[in-house]
């Protein structure tokens, strides 16, 4: 019991509270303190703090950084449950207590109201995290005096190293949790839209026409209701395959609207924007791409001699591109694809992709300098030789 | 190499994708057609006769600096092979590194000079090759003038064919009597 010392209530900067607990007799080792009784116990991040209900003043703590072991006593008929802390030698900084020396190295704490189970389990915890370690590491680092006391060496940076990870743990579950949360609202979500949007067309007349249309267009981008996922379908091709058709299904009017080329990084997005959640990975996404070709689709795959491989409509006339691409250079003399693809308002890399096939039917020359590639109208085939 | 500058330059030699090997097999065609005429029409400008690859890539047939471009060196040896498998060029080194050019080709010369023979009533004389080259009758004939190596080799296809035989007639001097 000698290492406990008078104190108040008062939590000093970095300490928290944690529990407490009415009607907590103490004693010192086997004997009772009679002038301990009756009192609450509050456990702290720091410390274990027991005041008297009848007289405030009366108060004594103990620094948790002395447990050395925990154990419990249950109740019986004559005794009520008592929780034992095993305790190391007093330490020479220890303040002035009601007792200065004891023969004991344990002291007890009796619950005559109950609640030690709870007591328990919280200061086990407490003390399991020995938080008045790690506060003091960082603030007393480079002080020689204070690194006897501090966990120091390979075993100080280990601990360090698991509680770090520890936490990242629990943040990254904290954040999975709502995600899983979502996921499972998902599939409601698209109903109610899906149902908002039927009743909005039933009442078109209150809204307007204008309302309606940028409603509906909102809806439209909360994407595909009922993805297909390599949990519906048995054998992986089978998956691969209706995936592809509901790919092309997906894209035919985004491709209609940017000319009817589309980049597979550009596809990803689009896809999984609208899928929403389900979300296919890169490999999948790519096989299923890889079908389309054999398919009979309106929306294809195809490789450009560069490598490049671009999502298309099948109906996407390849002349009619070259045409159109020639034209344009023609009308600024010379391009180079970022000036194309500003001109068109399409990538760099469909733009450049253009301008090749443009240069491979023999619509464009290029002019290959240190500043880049820029292409010209075929003047080598159209105008004579000299 | 006169300081003349009055060579025509076709559009081509403003037009910087002329500067660029074109990948597309029809325009490399008609671009290294292109660069052909022009080598050869450049060299019969300027009377030229041999070319060194390293002086005439820094001159201004393969370098126009107004636009900023120039033919690679390794690209200027492509079009010269080019040539040389016309029968244009003929490769002095096997570094590639000069060359003769024949803005015609000896078969070419000789035909020229053996329907001139043939119109001036020269057949089956003998007339040295100094007068062919500086006679007054040839006055005003494309191949007046010409190199001395090139009339022999142009006389010799000619012989091949059976249409002359050179005579040595001592002394450097030699003669040809055209059939």
Known sequence: MDRLQWSNVSLKDDENFHHSNDGVKLYDGENKASAYEDGNLVLTSHRLIWTNVNDERVCLSLDLSYITSLDEEPSSFTRSAKIVCYLSPRKSGTGSGPVTHSSYTFVRWSFQKGGQTEFMRQLKDVVGRRLWEVRKAPTNQGSSYQVGKLKQGIAGIEKKINEQQRRTDSTISAAFEDLDAL???????????????AKIEQKQGNITEDETVRFKSYLLSLGIPDPVTRDSHKSNSKYLLELSKQISSVLVTPLQ??????????????????????LLSPQDLYDACKLLPSMDLPVTLKTYGSGVRLIQLRSSDEESVVAETALLVEERNCLSADELARVIGLSVIIAKERLLLAEQKGKLCRDDTVEGLRFYPNKFLTDCIS | MTTDDSFPWPWQHDFPPFYTLQPNA?????????????????????????????????????????IQRKLATEHIVGILNVLSKKGHVEWLDTNKKSCIIMWRTPEEWGKLIYDWAKSFGLMNTVCTLYELTNGEDSAGQEFHGIENWLLVRALK???SSGKAELISLGEANDGVKFF
């Open chain 2, 26 to 66: 029809d325009t490399r065609r008609k671009q290294e057609e292109a660069w052909c005429t022009l080598i050869l029409s450049y060299c019969k400008h300027y009377k030229t006769h041999q070319l060194d690859v390293a002086e005439i890539s820094a001159g201004p047939l393969f370098n126009n600096k107004s």
């Open chain 2, 157 to 159: 296809t000619l012989q």
């Open chain 1, 257 to 278: 609207e940017c000319g009817g080329m589309m980049t597979l990084t550009d596809v990803y997005c689009r896809i999984n924007r609208a899928r929403g959640v389900e």
């Open chain 1, 183 to 197: 996921m499972v609202k998902a599939k409601e979500m698209v109903a109610i839209s899906k149902s908002i949007a």
